[in-house]
């Protein structure tokens, strides 16, 4: 009895640790299947993924030992593999064969869908340095750059990399440059202090009528660079096209449309107070 017991909560414990990995690895869709099949589903993720994501990491630690590390100098890996690493995987990719070096570029991507950016990033850099012109490997960096948070980085220059690895994309993609790497195109200029560009980018981006979103990140721009007015026009432009549009787009942008009608009433109760 004690045994059957023990065995239980063992296998508990492993899904639950194999649960949390595929949460974290963007693989969510594998716990259905490991709590259905307590044993064979948690085998069959081990095998599949957890494997392989251990393996290739443990390849590219290796490579990096063996291209850094030395006896004499113990701290030199240390030290020198966080400076290094995106040169180091691009090595690895180098090494390894095609297939391999596509299952690099799906890691990166997951680190990205589970907003591990620091992860995703020397990943990407490896894959950028093998082939620049790889749009998803320019709009992943792009992402990556904008959204991480590292206090040992200026975010400035993190601005000024979004910057260059869009115009990239942009210019690969001319025409189909899609109107979400374009309203990052447009933040990364707010940011960066460049506001007339930030501005023409904002104002190309009315024209995509059912982004919510890009209309009410222009409002926040205009209400911050003093537009109130123009502002509060749009907050509720936003607001009234919930009457216009589809059940799907309203359930999609019903943040954005929260958000909205939550600025007019403290913009119309501010300007209430004033008078």
């Known amino acids: 009895m004690l045994l059957i017991i023990t065995l239980t909560i063992l296998i508990l414990v492993i899904n639950i640790y194999f649960s949390l990995h595929a949460i974290r690895t963007g693989n969510k869709k594998w716990i259905i299947l490991i709590f259905i099949f307590p044993v064979a589903g948690f085998l069959m993720y081990f095998i599949y993924e957890y494997r392989n994501d251990i393996l290739v ?26 400076i290094f690493y995106p040169a180091i995987c691009f090595l690895y990719l180098l090494s390894t064969n095609k297939k391999e070096n596509e299952h690099i ?8 869908d589970t907003g591990r950016y620091n992860r995703a990033i020397p990943l990407f850099q490896a894959c950028y340095l093998e082939n620049s012109e790889r749009v998803e490997v320019l709009k992943g960096l792009s992402i990556c750059y904008f959204y991480r948070r590292n206090f040992f980085y200026k975010r400035k220059s993190d601005f000024t990399k979004v910057k260059q ?3 990239e994309y942009k210019k690969i993609r001319k025409e189909y440059f899609d109107k979400f790497a ?12 460049d506001f007339d560009e930030a501005q023409k980018t ?6 995509y009528q059912t982004f919510i979103e890009a209309k009410y990140r222009y409002a926040l721009f205009l209400t911050k660079n003093g537009d109130h007015n123009t502002a509060l026009e749009l907050f509720k432009n936003i607001i009234d096209y919930k009457n216009h549009c589809s059940a799907e787009i309203l359930i999609e942008n019903k943040k954005w449309l929260i958000v909205a009608a939550n600025k007019v009433e403290s913009m119309e109760e501010g300007g209430r107070n004033m008078s």
């Open 105 to 112: 570029l799906i890691k990166a991507k997951k680190f990205l």
């Open 165 to 167: 690895y869009i115009m």
């Open 57 to 82: 990491k443990q390849e590219i630690d290796n490579f990096a030992k063996n291209f850094l590390y030395h006896k004499k100098h113990q701290k030199i890996y240390s030290v020198l593999l966080p």
């Open 182 to 193: 374009m309203l990052l195109l447009a933040r990364t200029f707010e940011n960066l202090g």
């Open 202 to 207: 904002y104002i190309d981006l009315m024209d």
